[in-house]
């Protein structure tokens, strides 16, 4: 109601349009190079992430620090190249923003979760891991606890066998592999866990840039493996994160309010 109130007198003032206080009240901030999407968090969980790829490094600065003065929990710029990400950084648009050169991401904060259990990415090569680190991030920046496993593809198989107390003990195993793209369904033999596949565009000829082992995984013949797109590292982090999350209590499971809770809420 303070925010309303707020919005309501800035434009008393004619320090803010009509127009401009009618997009933040429908969850929108107009910035020169987007539209963001305030209320993204509240109905799904996760606030609006940045795709770096391809965007002016002045477009990087702006919604970044929109979302520092919106206060967002989580700020994230994925796939953001080394180069990028020092003139961003140079600009602080956001303090204590930080850059991890695997995952390939700028970050900020992070959300808390109610996590079901750990989750765990597998990648096959060590080719692999940009794709594997970006979906490890994105997840752990999303509240869940994290493992990783590496170099354990399909062409030395004894060295998967040797991690499958870990493979075990997950509540959901994304798996990240290009080639052939055979890991996924490996590992979805051996465990009661989903399983999330993540093709990538490492391989030769033939891999056709990570077409033949998403078909692949698409094809596979063991149950409970789901596919995202080629390199799709931070899709996989998502879907995991949402089948690792507990379900927030409602009715009659939600705790009461106490007695000054009930006092500040106006209830009776």
Do not use: W
Request: hydrophobic residues 50%; contains cysteine.
């Amino acid at each position: 109601m303070a925010d309303i109130e707020a919005l309501l007198e800035a434009v008393a003032a004619g320090a803010l349009s009509v127009e401009a206080a009618t997009a933040q009240l429908k969850g929108i901030a107009a910035l020169r190079y987007a539209r963001l999407d305030l209320d993204r968090e509240a109905r799904t969980g996760a606030p609006e992430v940045i795709y770096g790829a391809g965007k002016p490094i002045d477009a990087l600065i702006e919604i970044i620090a929109r979302m520092a003065a919106d206060q967002a929990p989580l700020i994230l710029a994925t796939r953001v190249n080394a180069a990028k990400a020092r003139r961003v950084l140079a600009a602080n648009p956001a303090p204590g923003l930080r850059y991890d050169a695997e995952a390939r991401a700028l970050y900020r904060g992070g959300l808390t979760a109610r996590p079901l259990g750990d989750l765990l990415v597998l990648s096959a090569g060590t080719s692999d891991a940009p794709v594997a680190a970006e979906a490890a991030l994105t997840a752990r920046l999303l509240g869940h606890p994290v493992e990783r496993v590496e170099d354990v593809g399909v062409a030395g198989l004894h060295r998967l066998l040797d991690q499958l107390p870990r493979l075990r003990r997950a509540r959901a195993v994304i798996v990240v592999a290009g080639m052939e793209g055979a890991l996924p369904s490996v590992v979805a033999g051996l465990i009661k866990a989903p399983v999330i596949a993540v093709p990538t565009s490492v391989g030769y000829g033939a891999h056709l840039g990570g077409v033949t082992p998403l078909l692949a995984m698409l094809s596979g013949c063991a149950a409970g493996v789901s596919v995202v797109n080629i390199d799709n590292g931070f899709g996989a982090a998502m879907v995991a994160a949402r089948m690792n999350q507990r379900p927030e209590p409602t009715g009659a499971d939600r705790p009461s309010l106490d007695a000054s809770a009930r006092r500040a809420s106006g209830a009776h």
